[in-house]
């Protein structure tokens, strides 16, 4: 069953119940991110979800863990391009337990000052970890060439120097403009009583004062450059993007189908190129990232140093070859078949569900329907691919990036 319900302060509820499970996830889901922040506020959407677990007016940083630990519940956070996510999972009779400690500390974290500059000091280690690991530091890099240093090319961590300066008053700043009811969504999954967590949520969340964000559209002028970051590795890492479709684009379906037979899977064209027969890259695959006013279609790959101009030509020969040859009505059929699959998969995970769920509320404001989804995939042609085939792979605005022992980017 699923239930919808809108504050008087502008702030959303969606729960799927799931009777037939034992557990419950719960999220909360801010409509905010790297693309919306400043030069001076680059990295704070990032740094505000570690310091809301570092402490509340009730409940030291211990404390939080230590509650959730005793009644068997996990609590995490993650920060996107366009969105900030809170959420516990907890067992159904531990659900309004884990749902209070979410909403502290959401609602009433403190951001403590001792805390705030350890807290600083572990960032500026994910970002060295980011720098030591290639394949994140590649699609870092195609993004910023993709999109360029603002928007959607900012990396989600920041800067060094814009970590370590952030202040209490920064904090405060960036969450009065995003940290309001109208860009937050509350979205539940599992076996939760709806009436219960209609109570939950208008027993924390109704009080807050009932103000807008002020959310302009992302300004885009795709880049199309090529960067390249010399480090002295085994593999050389290559990353390649094209304009694709928006989200909710009328393509959009097609796109996914379209990127399912090119690069998407295991028996995909790439893969079973790249890898398979010509045993180029251990890892290569490509996948589709869609915004409210962009997209990109991503291709990346691993790969012997000696060797990645071949496999540079290798994935290009893929490009070419589904412009000029096409696809196969076995191929289409094969593609819509694992896209309708994934969906199905989603149904079966709480956590799947709640971002489902909460997302699609949040970009859209719409209540996800799962039949709904599964009509417009199986209701996607092998024309609507052909369409979406002559829509991507262009080369206006192309982007690439490569990292690894070698001189020259691509």
Same mark, same amino acid.
């Given at each position: 069953?699923?239930? $919808?319900?809108?504050?008087?302060?502008?702030?959303?509820?969606?729960?799927?119940?799931?009777?037939?499970?034992?557990? =419950?996830?719960?999220? @909360?889901?801010?409509?905010?991110?790297?693309?919306?922040?400043?030069?001076?506020?680059?990295?704070?959407?990032?740094?505000?979800?570690?310091?809301?677990?570092?402490?509340?007016?009730?409940?030291?940083?211990?404390?939080?863990?230590?509650?959730?630990? /005793?009644?068997?519940?996990?609590?995490?956070? !993650?920060?996107?391009?366009?969105?900030?996510?809170?959420?516990?999972?907890?067992?159904?009779?531990?659900?309004?337990?884990?749902?209070?400690?979410?909403?502290?500390?959401?609602?009433?974290? +403190?951001? #403590?000052?001792?805390?705030?500059?350890?807290?600083?000091?572990?960032?500026?280690?994910?970002?060295?970890?980011?720098?030591?690991?290639?394949?994140?530091?590649?699609?870092d890099l195609l993004s910023r060439a993709f999109y360029g240093e603002r928007g959607y090319g900012r990396n989600i961590l920041g800067p060094k120097a814009n970590v370590s300066g952030f202040t209490k008053s920064d904090v405060s700043d960036y969450m009065s403009k995003h940290?309001?009811? %109208?860009?937050?969504? @509350?979205?539940?999954?599992?076996?939760?009583?709806?009436?219960?967590?209609?109570?939950?949520?208008?027993? $924390?969340?109704?009080?807050?004062?009932?103000?807008?964000?002020?959310?302009?559209?992302?300004? =885009?002028?795709?880049?199309?450059?090529?960067?390249?970051?010399?480090?002295?590795?085994?593999?050389?890492?290559?990353?390649?993007?094209? #304009?694709? =479709?928006?989200?909710?684009?009328?393509?959009?379906?097609?796109?996914?189908?379209?990127?399912? @037979? !090119?690069?998407?899977?295991?028996?995909?064209?790439?893969?079973?190129?790249?890898?398979?027969?010509?045993?180029?890259?251990?890892?290569?695959?490509?996948?589709?990232?869609?915004?409210?006013?962009?997209?990109?279609?991503?291709? $990346?790959?691993?790969?012997?140093?000696?060797?990645?101009?071949?496999?540079?030509?290798?994935?290009?020969?893929?490009?070419?070859?589904?412009?000029?040859?096409?696809?196969?009505?076995?191929?289409?059929? /094969?593609?819509?078949?694992?896209? @309708?699959?994934?969906?199905? !998969?989603?149904?079966?995970?709480?956590?799947?569900?709640?971002?489902?769920?909460?997302?699609?509320?949040? $970009?859209?404001?719409?209540?996800? %329907?799962?039949?709904? /989804?599964?009509?417009?995939?199986?209701?996607? +042609?092998?024309?609507?691919?052909?369409?979406?085939?002559?829509?991507?792979?262009?080369?206006?605005?192309?982007?690439?990036?490569?990292?690894?022992?070698? %001189?020259? #980017?691509?």
């Amino acid at each position: 069953m699923i239930h $919808y319900k809108k504050l008087s302060n502008g702030l959303q509820l969606v729960v799927n119940q799931m009777t037939g499970l034992l557990s =419950v996830t719960m999220g @909360i889901l801010v409509h905010t991110g790297a693309c919306v922040e400043t030069d001076k506020e680059d990295g704070i959407s990032h740094f505000i979800e570690h310091m809301m677990f570092k402490g509340t007016k009730k409940r030291t940083s211990f404390q939080i863990s230590d509650e959730m630990d /005793r009644i068997g519940a996990q609590m995490n956070a !993650f920060t996107g391009k366009d969105l900030t996510c809170y959420y516990a999972k907890s067992t159904t009779n531990h659900a309004a337990e884990a749902f209070e400690i979410l909403a502290d500390i959401f609602l009433e974290s +403190t951001f #403590p000052e001792e805390e705030m500059v350890k807290e600083k000091g572990v960032i500026i280690e994910e970002i060295n970890m980011n720098e030591d690991t290639p394949d994140d530091l590649c699609l870092d890099l195609l993004s910023r060439a993709f999109y360029g240093e603002r928007g959607y090319g900012r990396n989600i961590l920041g800067p060094k120097a814009n970590v370590s300066g952030f202040t209490k008053s920064d904090v405060s700043d960036y969450m009065s403009k995003h940290y309001v009811p %109208d860009n937050i969504v @509350i979205s539940m999954a599992g076996n939760i009583d709806v009436k219960l967590a209609e109570e939950l949520v208008d027993k $924390y969340f109704s009080k807050i004062e009932n103000r807008c964000c002020k959310r302009g559209k992302i300004d =885009v002028n795709l880049a199309g450059g090529s960067l390249l970051k010399r480090k002295e590795i085994e593999q050389v890492h290559i990353g390649l993007a094209f #304009p694709t =479709v928006k989200r909710y684009d009328e393509l959009y379906d097609a796109t996914q189908i379209m990127n399912v @037979i !090119f690069g998407g899977g295991v028996s995909s064209r790439l893969f079973q190129t790249v890898r398979e027969e010509l045993g180029l890259a251990y890892t290569v695959y490509s996948y589709v990232s869609t915004y409210a006013e962009t997209g990109a279609l991503s291709i $990346y790959a691993g790969v012997n140093a000696k060797k990645y101009l071949q496999s540079v030509e290798a994935i290009y020969s893929c490009i070419r070859a589904i412009k000029t040859q096409k696809v196969s009505e076995e191929e289409f059929l /094969r593609g819509k078949e694992q896209l @309708i699959s994934s969906s199905i !998969f989603a149904q079966e995970s709480t956590s799947s569900q709640m971002l489902l769920f909460g997302k699609e509320l949040l $970009y859209s404001g719409r209540v996800y %329907d799962f039949e709904d /989804r599964v009509k417009k995939i199986e209701a996607v +042609t092998l024309s609507d691919v052909l369409a979406a085939i002559e829509f991507n792979f262009s080369d206006d605005k192309k982007a690439a990036s490569l990292v690894g022992a070698v %001189d020259k #980017p691509i």
